[in-house]
C-alpha cells in the first residue's frame, strides 16, 4: 500500500462506512483531555465515520469489555477498535478500510494492523498537541524528533508485534471470532490475545508503513513497572489468560474451542493444560 508520508490528506474520504470503536473510562481523572480532543479529531476528520464510545462496568476497566459494548452499536461494515490515547493520521483508516472492501469483493480476507512504528509521545509534547485546533492539529513528523518521545526508535519498531493501539477489520471477522474477550480485566495481554485469535481464526494480519503515537497521561505502575488499572493488584494479572491465547495460536480447533469459552459463558480453565501442551 503506498501512502503519502504527510498527515492529513484532505479531499479523499469522509470515513463513510467505518466505524470507531473507542474503549473509556477515566478512573483517576488523567485520561479525559486527550480522550477528549480526540473525539474532535475524529469527528474533524472523518465526518461521515461513526464514533462510538464503549465502557465496562469491572473493575478494573476491562477493554475488551468496553469493545463488545462498542460494537453493539456499530453499524459500519469496517470497524477500527482504537484507544482512547491514539493519534493516527486518518487516512490510514481510510485506505484500509478501502483495501479490505477491495479484498472482500474478490472473495479474499484481510485485516491490519495499521502501523509499523509505535511512539509515546511525552507530556510536552501531548500539551502542544491537545491546545491545538484538532481540525488543524501540531504535526508531528515521522520518525519523531527525540526530544518528543518517551521510547526509543528500537522500541517504536516493536509495538505491531503485540497488536497495540489499533486494529481494523471487516466487521464480520470481529464477530466470526465472538468479539474480544471480556475474561481480559485491568491492563495486559488483550490486545495481543485478539491478534492471535483473528490471525487463527480469519487471517494473518498485515501491517501499513506509518506510525502510530501515544498521547501522554499519567499511568499507575506496579512490579517491574508494569502498568495497571484502577483497581488492579498486579500488571500480571491476565498472564494465564494470555498464555493460553499464545499456545493455541494457529490452531483453529483449539482457538475457537479457547473463544467459545466466553462466547458459552463458561469460566476460565484450562491455564494449567495450557502451559504444559506448550
Wanted: charged share 20%; aromatic share 10%; proline share 6%.
Amino acid at each position: 500500500m503506498n501512502l503519502c508520508p504527510c498527515y492529513f490528506r484532505r479531499g479523499q474520504d469522509q470515513g463513510r462506512g467505518i466505524s470507531l470503536l473507542i474503549p473509556f473510562r477515566d478512573d483517576d481523572g488523567t485520561r479525559t483531555p486527550a480522550y477528549e480532543w480526540l473525539l474532535k479529531y475524529w469527528a474533524a476528520h472523518l465526518p461521515e465515520a461513526q464514533i462510538v464510545t464503549g465502557t465496562s462496568v469491572s473493575t478494573p476497566f476491562s477493554k475488551t469489555q468496553a469493545f463488545n459494548d462498542a460494537r453493539s452499536r456499530a453499524t459500519g461494515d469496517i470497524i477500527a477498535l482504537i484507544d482512547a490515547d491514539c493519534y493516527l493520521d486518518s487516512q490510514v483508516l481510510v485506505q484500509c478500510a478501502k483495501n479490505i472492501r477491495r479484498d472482500r469483493m474478490l472473495g479474499k480476507r484481510l485485516w491490519y494492523i495499521p502501523y509499523r512504528h509505535f511512539y509515546r509521545l511525552n507530556e510536552r509534547t501531548t500539551a502542544h498537541i491537545l491546545a491545538s485546533n484538532p481540525a488543524s492539529p501540531v504535526i508531528i513528523p515521522s520518525p519523531p524528533s527525540a526530544a518528543d518521545i518517551d521510547n526509543t526508535p528500537e522500541q517504536a519498531s516493536h509495538g505491531h508485534w503485540w497488536g497495540a493501539m489499533v486494529q481494523v477489520m471487516p466487521v464480520q471477522a470481529f464477530d466470526l471470532v465472538g468479539g474480544t474477550d471480556p475474561r481480559f480485566t485491568g491492563w495486559g495481554g488483550e490486545d495481543v490475545a485478539f491478534m492471535r485469535a483473528l490471525d487463527t481464526l480469519w487471517c494473518k494480519h498485515r501491517t501499513t508503513p506509518n506510525q502510530v503515537l501515544h498521547l501522554w497521561h499519567h499511568a499507575i505502575q506496579a512490579e517491574h513497572k508494569l502498568k495497571v488499572w484502577h483497581g488492579q493488584d498486579s500488571g500480571h494479572s491476565n498472564d494465564a489468560l494470555a498464555w493460553r491465547y499464545y499456545a493455541a495460536f494457529g490452531d483453529p480447533r483449539r482457538m475457537r474451542r479457547l473463544v467459545n469459552e466466553y462466547q458459552d459463558g463458561n469460566p476460565p480453565a484450562g491455564e494449567v493444560e495450557a502451559r504444559e501442551n506448550w
